[in-house]
């Protein structure tokens, strides 16, 4: 048996007991969904965890190649890569258990003080604003890092100029931190990995 199969294995008997006892505990709605997914919790935990297992770095090419296909034939079902992106957020509770991990999230934001055409007459926080550059565009001001962890609550934040790099804010907030953190490519480096 390869390792994408006893993955799998191991994965869905986990589901298998997880899913009764998690929906159990939820507030029922109202509106019900009549028509079954395409693909299982299960599925979703694999592609997750075997992306992790092979050290790509880029999770579109691994969907779109290694899963719709080079394993075509083990995930017969697997929905566009969109479309896998939202589903995958109902596996969340579940891959945190399975994992048993005390998983964070890191991420930062760009807190504008005034418009780019306004940066010199701006007298407000001239000394302390710096101009920086998210993907959204360059801004002039302020960086709001912060860490939620898996029930969505603030952990810990960092405010700090808008030239500062993720990775040296991040470096200041994990000494008080333990567990997992996952974060987006602003905060790729060797020393963190």
């Known amino acids: 048996m390869d390792y994408l199969t006893a993955l799998f294995c191991q994965i869905d008997d986990f589901c298998q007991e997880f899913e009764p006892r998690f929906n159990s505990s939820l507030i029922e709605r109202q509106k019900t969904r009549k028509r079954k997914s395409c693909i299982s919790t299960a599925e979703i935990m694999t592609v997750w965890i075997y992306f992790h297992h092979l050290r790509m770095r880029d999770f579109k090419t691994y969907y779109l190649w290694q899963i719709k296909t080079m394993l075509r034939g083990e995930f017969p079902n697997m929905p566009t890569y969109s479309r896998f992106v939202e589903l995958a957020q109902r596996a969340l509770p579940a891959m945190l258990v399975f994992l048993k991990t ?92």
């Open 102 to 193: 005390d998983v964070g999230v890191v991420d930062s934001t760009a807190l504008a003080v005034c418009h780019n055409r306004r940066i010199h007459s701006h007298k407000v926080f001239k000394d302390i604003a710096k101009r920086g550059k998210t993907s959204t565009g360059w801004f002039y001001g302020f960086k709001l890092h912060a860490v939620f962890n898996r029930l969505g609550e603030l952990v810990t934040f960092h405010l700090s100029a808008g030239n500062t790099d993720d990775r040296q804010a991040l470096k200041q907030m994990a000494k008080q931190l333990s567990g997992t953190l996952v974060g987006d490519k602003g905060y790729i480096s060797k020393d963190l990995a």
